[in-house]
Nanobody, 115 residues
Framework: QVPLVESGGGLVQTGASLRLSCATS????????MGWFRQAPGKERELVAN????????HYPDSVKGRFTISRDNDKNTVYLQMNSLKPEDTAVYYC????????WGQGTQVTVSS
């Protein structure tokens, strides 16, 4: 069983919305803080959101605050990232992982925002 599988990316225009999903191998990740990360070409991977196990504590960097919302459904072993008002600078491959991240990374899902 693959520990992390991201999906939901795509090519959208500026201002559009996307909802990313991350299916986890529940027993391994349900007790952890989880995070969404992204990596743009030529840049380092960065954290864009994290959430505690209960889902009631979240954190976002200023670059996405007010536009992105992280949530989780532990019964479904799934973490979500709702992204609104997308901008071209949000273009990247998006990954989920525990926070702090484990060594294993999934394949990610590509998000491309055209201007």
């Amino acid at each position: 069983q693959v520990p992390l599988v991201e999906s939901g990316g795509g090519l959208v225009q500026t201002g559009a919305s996307l909802r990313l999903s991350c299916a986890t191998s529940g027993r391994t990740y349900n007790t952890y803080f989880m995070g969404w990360f992204r990596q743009a070409p030529g840049k380092e991977r960065e954290l864009v959101a994290n959430i505690n196990w209960a889902g009631d504590v979240t954190h976002y960097p200023d670059s996405v605050k007010g536009r992105f919302t992280i949530s989780r459904d532990n019964d479904k072993n799934t973490v979500y990232l709702q992204m609104n008002s997308l901008k071209p600078e949000d273009t990247a491959v998006y990954y989920c992982n525990s926070f702090p991240p484990k060594d294993y990374w999934g394949q990610g899902t590509q998000v491309t925002v055209s201007s």
